[in-house]
């Protein structure tokens, strides 16, 4: 007797249960990839809120103004090209997280913060009494590359602190800024004022008005030999890491200094503790000549497949004779520097960019 042939039930993936659907985003670690997921149909769309999108592994973007940018993924080669809805009169001014600054640089009431992976745009409060050049040139490098758009926005001109969440219909002043040249970090109410030419760290209670604490700066070896850099501040998993490094003169070899800010129990001064690893972090550094440094970090479990121990950091050269940017990887461990090659070009400038497709 012949076997039956077993009946094949078609099956309708528009049907797939909806608590299988979250098996399946865990697999898509690429952001596109998620938004192709959540096109198919309107019940995928509905179980796949844009709050339950994986962590990113940061993108580089060429800045241009515009309206076609360049993003390039590194964890998987791909360049992408993406147009945004923004008005021809209007550059784009840096990254701020996921965010970009645009508007016009000779009018204060123009500027905003635009997603340009789905084109939404919240627009800045103007900020009076600043110089509205100033305030593009300079916005970015004093606001975190992991930025959330729930976060405060902070700006420093003219001895005032001032911060603003997006959406705000005004700027509140903080507090005065420190006299001399510092370099301003916020972390969660705190503010973190770097003397350039010392190193000295002050802590300011922004709410009480009140300064905390002034910490002498990390200490390190002799540094004779070489060009050395720091510290610039990194919140990495709720703790902030004070990072200077030392570089040749032709920009080949690299050493890098990881400091810990200890508060110990709440008694005495803050201090610093040399971090001999990063254990599973890895930092994303963007590092400027005559400018303040900044960057993120994540943790390998965020990053499949990628190294923990490790910084990847871009320099930005003032000197062309160089080129302008390039991207580097650091292993910790073995203090081995790689230059990673990119799709951009020695002198296009590129910016570490969170992609996320979140808005308010």
Request: include cysteine; proline fraction near 15%; charged fraction near 20%.
């Given at each position: 007797m012949e076997k039956e042939e077993e009946e094949v039930i078609e099956r309708n993936w528009v049907d797939l249960l909806p608590e299988h659907i979250p098996l399946i985003q865990e697999k898509l670690s690429e952001i596109c990839d998620f938004v192709r997921f959540r096109a198919v149909c309107?019940?995928?769309?509905?179980?796949?809120?844009?709050?339950?999108?994986?962590?990113?592994?940061?993108?580089?973007?060429?800045?241009?103004?515009?309206?076609?940018?360049e993003f390039y993924s590194i964890a998987f080669n791909k360049l992408y090209t993406i147009r945004t809805h923004c008005p021809s009169i209007n550059f784009f001014f840096g990254c701020v997280g996921g965010y970009l600054l645009t508007g016009q640089a000779n009018n204060a009431n123009s500027f905003s913060l635009l997603n340009p992976l789905n084109n939404r745009e919240v627009s800045l409060p103007v900020l009076h009494d600043s110089n509205s050049f100033n305030f593009a040139s300079k916005f970015s490098w004093y606001n975190t590359l992991n930025f959330q758009i729930g976060d405060y926005l902070l700006f420093f001109e003219n001895e005032t602190s001032v911060r603003c969440k997006p959406g705000d219909d005004r700027w509140d002043i903080i507090g005065p800024r420190c006299k001399g040249q510092y370099w301003p970090y916020y972390f969660k109410g705190l503010l973190f004022m770097v003397e350039c030419c010392t190193g000295i760290l002050k802590i300011m209670d922004v709410s009480a008005h009140k300064e905390l604490y002034v910490i002498p700066p990390p200490e390190h070896e002799n540094m004779a030999r070489g060009y050395f850099a720091g510290p610039y501040l990194v919140e990495s998993c709720g703790e902030i890491l004070a990072i200077c490094h030392r570089r040749s003169y032709w920009y080949t070899d690299f050493k890098f200094y990881i400091h810990r800010l200890e508060f110990g129990n709440g008694?005495?001064?803050?201090?610093?503790?040399?971090?001999?690893?990063i254990g599973d972090r890895i930092l994303f550094l963007q590092i400027h000549q005559g400018r303040r440094s900044r960057g993120l970090c994540l943790r390998t479990s965020d990053c499949a497949g990628f190294k923990g121990n490790c910084i990847y950091f871009t320099i930005n050269l003032l000197d062309f004779d160089f080129g302008h940017n390039y991207l580097n990887m650091h292993d910790m461990g073995n203090g081995v520097t790689t230059v990673i090659n990119t799709p951009f070009g020695e002198k296009d400038e590129i910016s570490w960019f969170m992609p996320t497709l979140t808005h308010m």
């Open positions: 309107k019940p995928w769309h509905f179980f796949s809120p844009v709050s339950d999108l994986p962590l990113q592994f940061p993108w580089l973007l060429r800045n241009s103004r515009g309206p076609d940018l008694k005495g001064n803050p201090c610093w503790v040399k971090l001999s690893s």
